[in-house]
């Protein structure tokens, strides 16, 4: 059983940076892929980024490439995801998760444990 309790997000100029963060709490954390993922206002949920807890590889959206950084602190158990030079399109609530994996999955299905979402307007 996994926990993922989210802080941050809010309002923001587009241009700006925020940083979300994704506090894990359970067992053999080390094992799993978290990702994030994001929904905007009518929209479906859509991929955003992806990567081990080990922090050994990463994958993002086209969309993001380049802007958003996820990163894991393994002392704290937290994995952030970073947005830089945000654009209206990024206005969403993003939502982290987690799962057992033998592969990076950018499929929002995959994931078996979620936070609640926190949502960024830009």
């Known amino acids: 059983q996994v926990q993922l309790v989210q802080s941050g997000g809010g309002l923001a100029q587009a241009g700006d940076s925020l940083r979300l963060s994704c506090a894990a709490s359970g067992r053999g954390l080390g094992s799993y892929v978290v990702g994030w993922f994001r929904q905007a206002p009518g929209k479906e949920r859509e991929f955003v980024g992806v990567q081990w807890w080990s922090g050994s590889s990463s994958h993002y959206a086209d969309s993001v490439k380049g802007r958003f950084t996820i990163s894991v602190d393994k002392t704290e158990n937290t994995v952030y995801l970073q947005m830089d030079n945000l654009k209206p399109e990024d206005t969403a609530v993003y939502y982290c998760?987690?799962?057992?994996?033998?592969?990076?999955?950018?499929?929002?299905?995959?994931?078996?444990?979620w936070g609640k979402g926190t949502l960024v307007t830009s």
């Open positions: 998760a987690a799962d057992l994996q033998f592969s990076m999955s950018t499929e929002a299905q995959a994931y078996e444990y």
